[in-house]
């Protein structure tokens, strides 16, 4: 993912906040590679970080229409320089055979990463942190059969 | 300012709709009634101070409440029932949505219970409309109408003006809320940028008072932001041209010795030839449309632009300005006008008369002289008639560009028409808004026989208001700007754009509306003053040659120095 911006839009809790802000996305032709959404701060105010890849220009005009949005109190398009961003990520893995029960643990514990369910046969593991380090961590897992893997997506603060 | 309800009353929604509409100074409504709003239709009987106008089709209430808006500069409104109610007002709010014209629409909806089921007659209407409205709402629950429509009041004209659409389920309509006027706009903390700092002032003075060859290109911004005395004292002061967006014509009187005409795709030669050798650009309430530059790359190499726009997004979306500044057109002028020093530019200015009278010689002449009766003479002999007080409401395709061109615009803000959308059957149901909005105005409708096609069942409107308005009917019996193209760029051939067309002298009088015909230049006189001269609505039908083109053109994709000045010129 290259040219990677983010854009942090702090709008009202209003509904259709979230489709009126995906549809602007689509309506200036931007792709959106990761979004997440939650409560912040302050009460009635939701926050949304939205990664995206397109040149500088283009990004910056993406901010001004998304500013243009009614329910939008503040849109900032940050440099990575400015935030610390964590992305939450989970991977369900075949631990069937002992051996490799032994490796996952091993890679686990090299990523912090932490097991949250065990059950026979199959092991949850849970890890946060930059994309690059849950890429290098799915570069890792994928030798062994892999039954499900999520992530969320960019969320970030200010330094 | 006229009231109803007292605060805290207890009503049905209904009323609070009406009063709301009441209270913001509305005298007339365009709608179309329908199970859905039936309510809003009972309450409006206790409201005899608005004038509800029964159009024909929801587009034409739509388009009518755009031609009140373009008049008076203020929002106006506009009725719907659900489903197809609301559906046949997409167009209009598109319409409205790219000119940035105030609006609000209001639609029934099916009782709040049966939303989302597929009910009888229900659309999701908020979902249809959000691209095409500056904002929408879904309201059901009465209490909850009269902060809606405040804001919504407030949102239609604030900032960049645009339309807003409320829906409001038929139970919210019908149950009982007490009436509060809200304290507070909810969206008041939405701000907008309305002035420049001292930074940018200080800029734009620097520029335009070094400037050897300024150009001033102002667009509808100026219309939108109260008048265009700033505007013109700010080109005085410095003797800068001024070129007027199609949706700006009429800011400056055309007679105005700084007025060099309209740029763009059919605009006047000097007015695209400016930007080529311009060195400063003051381009006002304007967003450097496709139509008006032409291929990017080569739009005002040597210019430095300062573009001043009360829409930040505009800033820098399509040209990159050498100065932005996010604001009021007249608010910024004003700030900017005392910093600016008195200037002549003779000989920049003879450079504008010389391409005038290019113009003149290759195209005017040619167009006004020919021997059988063209647009521009009609349009031309309209406007020596009514001195160019009439207010035009113009179409969409050739009959636009000859108003545009031919019509010589001496009052302010007279000249209405679909620019942005470009919609097609506009002129008939926004020429009905515009003579409520301005009574004592002389209304003229410049529209095809293709567009009058597309609203014709606003003639009934117009007769059973009796409106005075006039509408001047260009047939040349094909989709002639379509053909134009076909004709230039598509090796001659017609597709689908001859037109069989009715006798329209005679649908006219089916209608109720006196009408006649005129197939030569003395007819098309005559017909005229005896058009002026009646009381009361009026259609000619000129009948101009069928395959007549309008020049100066600049070919689609093609730059502003590639423009094609007569047919001879094409490659």
């Given at each position: 993912m290259k040219n990677l911006s983010t854009i942090i839009i702090w709008s009202h809790n209003k509904p259709g906040v979230f489709y009126r802000i995906l549809w602007l996305f689509r309506r200036k032709q931007f792709n959106i590679e990761t979004a997440t959404v939650g409560h912040t701060e302050k009460p009635g105010i939701t926050r949304f970080t939205i990664t995206v890849s397109g040149d500088k220009q283009a990004v910056l005009n993406m901010t001004k229409q998304i500013s243009k949005l009614v329910d939008v109190v503040r849109v900032e398009d940050v440099p990575d320089e400015k935030l610390i961003f964590r992305e939450l990520a989970m991977l369900k893995v075949d631990a069937t055979k002992r051996d490799d029960r032994l490796e996952i643990l091993e890679i686990a514990k090299h990523f912090r990463a932490k097991v949250i369910s065990y059950v026979p046969e199959k092991m949850v593991l849970k890890l946060t942190g930059e994309e690059d380090k849950i890429d290098a961590f799915y570069e890792n897992m994928k030798r062994f059969k892999i039954l499900e893997f999520v992530r969320t997506g960019r969320t970030a603060l200010f330094k | 300012m006229k009231s109803h309800l007292k605060e805290g009353q207890k009503v049905q929604g209904a009323e609070i709709i009406c009063e709301c509409i009441l209270r913001h100074g509305v005298k007339y409504i365009f709608g179309y009634p329908g199970g859905a709003n039936i309510p809003i239709y009972d309450a409006l009987y206790k409201f005899p101070e608005i004038h509800h106008v029964l159009v024909r089709h929801e587009q034409g209430a739509a388009h009518a409440a755009e031609g009140y808006a373009w008049a008076t500069n203020k929002p106006a409104v506009c009725f719907a029932t659900s489903g197809p109610g609301a559906t046949n007002l997409v167009t209009g709010l598109a319409d409205a949505m790219m000119d940035s014209i105030p609006m609000v629409a209001i639609?029934?909806?099916?009782?709040?219970?049966?939303?989302?089921?597929?009910?009888?007659?229900?659309?999701?209407?908020?979902?249809?409309?959000?691209?095409?409205?500056?904002?929408?709402?879904?309201?059901?629950?009465?209490?909850?109408?009269?902060?809606?429509?405040?804001?919504?009041?407030?949102?239609?004209?604030?900032?960049?003006?645009?339309?807003?659409?409320?829906?409001?389920?038929?139970?919210?309509?019908?149950a009982y809320a007490e009436f509060h006027i809200p304290e507070k706009v909810t969206h008041q903390d939405f701000k907008v940028k309305t002035k420049a700092t001292p930074e940018e002032l200080e800029k734009m003075a620097a520029l335009l008072n070094e400037a050897e060859k300024p150009l001033i290109i102002a667009g509808h911004g100026v219309l939108l932001s109260g008048d265009g005395k700033?505007?013109?004292?700010?080109?005085?002061?410095?003797?800068?041209?001024?070129?007027?967006?199609?949706?700006?014509?009429?800011?400056?009187?055309?007679?105005?010795?700084?007025?060099?005409?309209?740029?763009?795709?059919?605009?006047?030669?000097?007015?695209?030839?400016?930007?080529?050798?311009?060195?400063?650009?003051?381009?006002?309430?304007?967003?450097?449309?496709?139509?008006?530059?032409?291929?990017v790359s080569s739009y005002a190499p040597q210019a430095k632009i300062i573009h001043i726009d009360i829409d930040p997004s505009e800033l820098g979306k399509l040209v990159q300005p050498y100065l932005s500044v996010a604001g009021d057109a007249?608010?910024?002028?004003?700030?900017?006008?005392?910093?600016?020093?008195?200037?002549?530019?003779?000989?920049?200015?003879?450079?504008?008369?010389?391409?005038?009278?290019?113009?003149?010689?290759?195209?005017?002449?040619?167009?006004?002289?020919?021997?059988?009766?063209?647009?521009?003479?009609?349009?031309?002999?309209?406007?020596?008639?009514?001195?160019?007080?009439?207010?035009?409401?113009?179409?969409?395709?050739?009959?636009?560009?000859?108003?545009?061109?031919?019509?010589?615009?001496?009052?302010?803000?007279?000249?209405?028409?679909?620019?942005?959308?470009?919609?097609?059957?506009?002129?008939?149901?926004?020429?009905?808004?515009?003579?409520?909005?301005?009574?004592?105005?002389?209304?003229?409708?410049?529209?095809?026989?293709?567009?009058?096609?597309?609203?014709?069942?606003?003639?009934?409107?117009?007769?059973?208001?009796?409106?005075?308005?006039?509408?001047?009917?260009?047939?040349?019996?094909?989709?002639?700007?379509?053909?134009?193209?076909?004709?230039?760029?598509?090796?001659?051939?017609?597709?689908?754009?001859?037109l069989k067309n009715p006798n329209f002298q005679k649908l006219s009088e089916g209608f109720g509306i006196p009408a006649l015909k005129a197939t030569n230049k003395n007819q098309m006189k005559e017909a005229i003053k005896k058009a002026r001269s009646h009381k009361g609505p009026f259609l000619v039908e000129f009948v101009v040659e069928a395959e007549e083109n309008v020049f100066p053109m600049i070919p689609a994709g093609a730059g502003i120095d590639e423009m094609v000045v007569s047919k001879e010129d094409i490659k």
């Open positions: - | 639609t029934g909806q099916v009782p709040s219970p049966l939303i989302g089921t597929d009910a009888f007659q229900e659309t999701d209407v908020v979902g249809v409309t959000t691209a095409i409205t500056k904002h929408n709402y879904l309201v059901t629950k009465a209490e909850d109408i009269a902060p809606t429509l405040y804001d919504a009041f407030y949102l239609a004209c604030h900032g960049r003006p645009g339309p807003v659409l409320v829906d409001i389920s038929k139970d919210a309509q019908a700033t505007l013109t004292q700010v080109a005085e002061n410095q003797n800068i041209p001024v070129t007027l967006t199609q949706q700006a014509l009429s800011v400056l009187p055309y007679s105005h010795p700084l007025f060099m005409g309209m740029p763009g795709m059919h605009g006047n030669v000097a007015a695209n030839r400016g930007p080529l050798f311009a060195d400063i650009i003051l381009a006002v309430g304007m967003r450097f449309h496709d139509r008006v530059t032409g291929k007249k608010a910024v002028l004003n700030q900017l006008l005392p910093l600016l020093k008195p200037k002549n530019n003779p000989k920049w200015l003879a450079i504008f008369a010389a391409w005038k009278k290019e113009e003149d010689e290759k195209v005017h002449q040619n167009e006004l002289n020919a021997p059988h009766l063209k647009s521009a003479q009609v349009v031309d002999e309209l406007s020596r008639q009514t001195e160019g007080k009439a207010i035009i409401v113009g179409d969409v395709g050739q009959n636009q560009m000859y108003s545009a061109r031919y019509y010589h615009f001496e009052t302010y803000n007279s000249w209405y028409n679909s620019g942005g959308a470009g919609t097609m059957g506009f002129a008939l149901p926004a020429g009905i808004g515009a003579k409520f909005a301005l009574p004592e105005r002389e209304v003229w409708i410049v529209i095809g026989d293709g567009g009058i096609q597309m609203t014709l069942q606003e003639m009934a409107t117009i007769k059973q208001e009796n409106l005075d308005i006039k509408i001047a009917l260009l047939n040349n019996n094909y989709l002639g700007m379509v053909r134009q193209w076909q004709e230039l760029f598509y090796k001659g051939n017609y597709s689908e754009v001859s």
